[in-house]
């Protein structure tokens, strides 16, 4: 059969849009089902009507389930970028700025200001980066398309709840593409479970309360398991002829029994003779630093079940306190870059003609593109990494384009 013109066209559009609109009434049927669920959670149908009216699903964010930096970032580009010079000025002036609360937070929860302040700086860059997606979306999407939706229907039952009790205004939640939030990223069934009200107005307020923030992260760190007065380990130099199947955050021993196999601190302190269960960590390999970690690097794994993110916080906790960076570098010929350092990147980039939006020291798509393009022109590897190798390459070429122009 042949179609007149405007039939061809209206069945051509209708063919277009049935996926999307099927994919719609999709969305529309698992809103349905989670209302009969919540009204289960003790979530008012009113709450949830009002909340849910004009919700769409985001899909861009379905593409994000299966990346995680912690698993995907070389650990040295990942510290890097997390605990440089300007995060550890930061930290120590908001130590300053907070040392009132932070005294408080310390005598009632045993965890120390350090620690505290490192998970802030961590998540949220001490409040600049909460993330920009609303909740609702994000976790009502993940509600209803892609793995793990039993997980984040809790998630997003949890946010409606926040929003009944008065906590957070739903205009003002907003956060990750995963639903964390606030000043240290709670996820919302979390903060359930561990926020607290330090400031005393009634709410228990991760967005705009910073001794909100800062008291329920020690909370959650107390029930996590901390110790008081315990570091969460120390960098160590290994005997030679270890036997490495022993690493591991899982095959713990007392301090006293590495000690006796030879493992010692790099400063130069000898173990303790004590029987606290320790684990030698190895996050690069046998070529890189090692660590033996105690209970409190569990208590800070906890609150992201990645090692490298663990460490991460205890390293900066660290920096904030005084200490230095690592003894033994990463098996790398080519090391990470500080955020500045990454800024200057994506500097040498526009100046060389390839505008990679805002410079901001995130390395993305954009940027990357432009190294690949780079790198192709001048013989290197099309990685598009920006390690400290490629910047020293822009910073040739920058200069050698700047001298045929003068």
């Known amino acids: 059969?042949?179609?007149?013109?405007?039939?061809?066209?209206?069945?051509?559009?209708?063919?277009?849009?049935?996926?999307?609109?099927?994919?719609?009434?999709?969305f529309d049927r698992c809103i349905g089902e989670l209302r009969s669920e919540a009204q289960t959670r003790g979530i008012r149908a009113e709450t949830f009507d009002t909340l849910t009216r004009a919700l769409e699903p985001d899909r861009s964010i379905l593409s994000q389930l299966d990346y995680q930096p912690e698993f995907r970032t070389p650990i040295w580009d990942y510290l890097a970028g997390l605990v440089d010079d300007e995060r550890i000025a930061d930290g120590r002036a908001m130590m300053e700025q907070w040392a009132a609360t932070l005294?408080?937070?310390?005598?009632?929860?045993?965890?120390?200001?350090?620690?505290?302040?490192?998970?802030?700086?961590?998540?949220?860059?001490?409040?600049?980066?909460?993330?920009?997606?609303?909740?609702?979306?994000?976790?009502?999407?993940?509600?209803?398309?892609?793995?793990?939706?039993?997980?984040?229907?809790?998630e997003f039952f949890a946010a409606l709840k926040i929003i009944e009790n008065g906590d957070v205004d739903a205009a003002?939640?907003?956060?990750?593409?995963?639903?964390?939030?606030?000043?240290?990223?709670?996820?919302?069934?979390?903060?359930?479970?561990?926020?607290?009200?330090?400031?005393?107005?009634?709410?228990?307020?991760?967005?705009?309360?910073?001794?909100?923030?800062?008291?329920?992260t020690a909370n959650f760190l107390a029930k996590a398991g901390w110790v008081s007065g315990q570091p969460w380990g120390h960098e160590v130099t290994l005997p030679a002829g270890f036997d490495y199947s022993l690493a591991g955050r899982h095959n713990k021993r007392s301090i006293a029994e590495?000690?006796?196999?030879?493992?010692?601190?790099?400063?130069?302190?000898?173990?303790?003779?004590?029987?606290?269960?320790?684990?030698?960590?190895?996050?690069?390999?046998?070529?890189?630093?090692?660590?033996?970690?105690?209970?409190n690097f569990d208590?800070?794994?906890?609150?992201?079940?990645?090692?490298?993110?663990?460490?991460?916080?205890?390293?900066?906790?660290?920096?904030?306190?005084?200490?230095?960076?690592?003894?033994?570098?990463?098996p790398t010929d080519d090391p990470g870059l500080s955020r500045a350092e990454r800024r200057e990147v994506q500097t040498l980039l526009t100046r060389l003609g390839?505008?990679?939006?805002?410079?901001?020291?995130?390395i993305g798509k954009t940027s990357r593109e432009a190294i690949q393009e780079i790198q192709k022109t001048n013989g290197l590897e099309p990685d598009g990494r920006a390690g400290r190798y490629m910047l020293n390459v822009l910073r040739r070429l920058a200069g050698t384009a700047q001298r045929e122009g003068s």
């Open 299 to 330: 208590a800070l794994y906890s609150y992201n079940a990645a090692e490298t993110y663990a460490l991460a916080i205890a390293h900066l906790s660290d920096r904030l306190r005084g200490g230095g960076a690592f003894v033994k570098p990463w």
């Open 354 to 362: 390839y505008p990679v939006g805002e410079i901001d020291g995130l």
């Open 172 to 216: 003002r939640l907003s956060g990750s593409w995963a639903g964390a939030f606030g000043h240290t990223q709670f996820m919302p069934s979390t903060f359930a479970r561990v926020a607290v009200d330090f400031d005393g107005d009634g709410r228990r307020d991760l967005i705009d309360s910073i001794p909100d923030a800062l008291a329920s």
């Open 258 to 295: 590495w000690a006796r196999q030879g493992v010692q601190r790099v400063d130069g302190v000898a173990l303790e003779a004590s029987t606290t269960a320790t684990a030698v960590l190895l996050p690069a390999g046998e070529g890189g630093p090692a660590f033996l970690v105690q209970r």
């Open 103 to 154: 005294q408080e937070v310390e005598a009632q929860y045993g965890i120390d200001r350090a620690t505290i302040v490192a998970v802030w700086g961590i998540e949220s860059n001490f409040g600049r980066n909460f993330g920009k997606r609303p909740l609702l979306t994000s976790l009502s999407t993940l509600s209803c398309f892609g793995r793990r939706q039993g997980y984040f229907r809790g």
């Open 1 to 26: 059969m042949i179609l007149k013109p405007a039939v061809a066209c209206s069945t051509l559009v209708a063919t277009l849009l049935s996926p999307l609109a099927a994919a719609d009434a999709s």
